[in-house]
């Protein structure tokens, strides 16, 4: 099959932008394969050509939006952030007809809602999977996986920053201040971290994802929004003893002829599935009247993951441009999985005393032991058993070993054999 | 904007097909204005036109497959389930330039690659979202959310009724089969439950995305197959005792040049993501080159979770088959929410004794109390606090008893309010 050549103007090589340029240089021809589309970067723009960037073609940059925006490319991806020049990029490439992708969480907060409409008007494409949780297929889930549901509720995780802090804060026991500037040290938080913590950037999320889970325009100061600056150690700790955990939430519900949009820490009961999404991750949990209750959770921030996103748009719009070219590779070589693992191992047995000979075949077939037992039947109807953990080990080494074991006559049934996780 | 008209052939009527009649029905407005397509089901295929179905129109009902195969649909979806007839349903179709769309997980298992094949050929499209995990959008995550991505690894729990049984034996302490009677008295169980206790369902599942996230088609008897009917209630005692729980697992790994394919009960960490994983639900954990892990759980099969994964195809088909239709509603009401929930309540104070007044003002202002605590500060950092933890009450009231807090000067500070989640 000939693949398609799509060429793509990109407008900004940050975090993402670069992570964007690594992922189609990495993952082309699995893309290719894939998708039946060749993917290339025409041209670049920045605001320092001058600026170290690994892997990426200096001749590619340049410092004039219009060389990007005019260059005949077939489709603009918007990665520069804010509100202006951003926005009146955007709008010049739908009006010329382009698609656009963007990760632009502020400018779709602010103003998603006429973009999306002058999108329509062209009949062009506008991708912002990127704009919400990351690497996470949540736009994507709300605009085509659920679109057969009323979405009732919609409960999220938004912003990694808060979610690592409260983590450190509840894992650590340190007070706020220093589980923030663990944050910094690692890059999960600003050198100004105000638009996170005081969660105007959760509030920018929910947003957007109201607006496409409601199918409708919501205010801009419609969000009920807190932060939270003013958690201490202790109340986590108080919140424990209760048996909750402190999580900053998103929430947005359907209530009567309206809808009630919020974001604040909330005590959560340690069970909740929100309650284990731990550290920088993202989680948005979903109600609709067919699917009932869904979780999607995962990364949602960083270089690769929001470069994953804006990929997903671009092959999203260039498959659907030309027709149907998914095609796909030949047969794999499978493997029989031979992991090395501990095991559980079960054997029924007439005397417990088996233990001896059943320990000897097992450590005779390289099976070394953590712990073994003797067990007597509690009642008639039980079986007297042996049980052993074993240490890391080949399944075939635990297979041969049930093999000679069952031929040792030491079995009064047959034994199981379970792998252990870690 | 005038809707577009779709025809949809529908073969079955049973649990998924009933779902889909319901769905559509109920949701067409919402189907309408989001993807700006009006659905009409033509045609449906039965065995017995005169068993009772409540909704579905006794006109439409036919036993004869022609009339809906060559009927004019502009597309067909089979719900018949099994081998033969329903691929020569899908063969005909697809010779016929027209899209279909399945939940038929025992025949993608068997024959999708060259099905899919056949679909690309034809330069139509052949829909499956339903066949693995309901309304999990997994395949479309697969497909399309996570297409950037070398997949290295996909670990899931597949099979509901397995997971159900598992769960009850762990959670009530039961034996196999009273657990499986259980399930089977509540619908999570078939009468012959033979296909889902031991493993040929989640291997058939496992199969079909495997073929997905790796691009490859995968020998029909490459999955190591083993099922839970030899899973005692002590296995999952014991399992406990080390820290584990016993999790019905499907697992597809890169190994080298090969793919490992392994569907069987492992000792999970009762920390692990998938050891949440309750009852009859259903959950995937990908790992991507550049999302890393990322979680999809939800409801794996029913009714209506399988016909809205149906439904999501249909949409998708007709939405880009069509041009671009998606429109949005006009601005909605958002409410300042006001739930009734329980809430943690600090104070800052000079006196602990303050707990007196505080406690009257919350109760003139409505807001019960569960329990009140007067703390000294612990050191010369720390400050003397009120905490509470009030009864079910509305914001508004807290609200206003922060507000006459405040107003009282009883405070030394800012006093903080969180919501309990239940």
């Keep these: 099959m000939v693949a398609r050549k799509l060429k793509i103007g990109l ?91 963007t990760a632009n969480k502020a400018l779709l907060a602010l103003d998603g809602f006429s973009l999306m409409k002058a999108a329509e008007l062209q009949k062009v494409r506008l991708g912002f999977e990127a704009s919400v949780c990351g690497g996470i297929p949540i736009i994507r889930a709300l605009r085509n996986g659920l679109v057969g549901n009323q979405i009732q509720r919609l409960t999220g995780i938004l912003n990694g920053t808060c979610n690592y802090i409260l983590t450190r804060m509840t894992e650590d026991r340190v007070e706020f201040d220093a589980a923030l500037a663990e944050a910094q040290a690692k890059g999960f938080a600003e050198a100004d971290p105000t638009l996170d913590i005081d969660g105007h950037d959760a509030a920018q999320k929910l947003k957007i994802l109201a607006e496409l889970a409601f199918h409708s325009r919501v205010a801009a100061d419609a969000v009920q929004t807190e932060g939270i ?146 067990v007597w039947a509690k009642n008639a109807s039980a079986q007297n058993q042996v049980r052993v953990l074993t240490q890391a080990c080949c399944r075939s080494a635990v297979e041969n070993s049930l093999r000679d074991i069952a031929a040792s006559g030491l079995e009064k049934g047959k034994g199981i054999a379970l792998r252990v996780a870690e």
């Design 11 to 101: 407008l900004g090589c940050g975090t993402v932008g670069g992570g964007l340029v690594e992922l189609v240089g990495k993952n082309s021809s699995l893309i290719r394969q894939r998708a039946g589309v060749e993917l290339s970067i025409t041209k670049i723009l920045v605001r320092d050509p001058l600026k170290d960037r690994p892997g990426v073609e200096r001749a590619l940059l340049t410092t004039h939006p219009e060389k990007v925006l005019d260059n005949g490319c077939d489709m603009v991806v918007e990665l520069v952030g804010g509100i202006e020049p951003a926005r009146t990029f955007i709008q010049h490439s739908l009006a010329r007809g382009k698609h656009v992708v």
């Design 229 to 374: 600056r003013h958690i201490t150690a202790d109340d986590i700790q108080v919140a424990r003893e209760l048996g909750y955990v402190i999580k900053h939430i998103a929430t947005a519900e359907v209530a009567d002829d309206s809808i009630a949009l919020e974001v604040h820490p909330v005590l959560l009961p340690a069970t909740d599935q929100l309650a284990s999404v731990r550290d920088e991750n993202n989680a948005v949990l979903v109600r609709g009247d067919a699917v009932g209750e869904m979780l999607f959770s995962g990364k949602g921030a960083g270089s690769l993951p929001s470069a994953s996103a804006v990929l997903s748009d671009i092959v999203d719009i260039a498959c659907h441009k030309g027709g149907f070219s998914a095609s796909f590779g030949g047969a794999v070589r499978t493997a029989v999985p031979d992991h090395s693992a501990r095991h559980y191992l079960r054997f029924p047995v007439s005397d417990p005393s088996a233990i001896g000979p059943i320990t000897n075949i097992l450590e005779r077939n390289g099976v070394g032991i953590v712990r073994a037992a003797a």
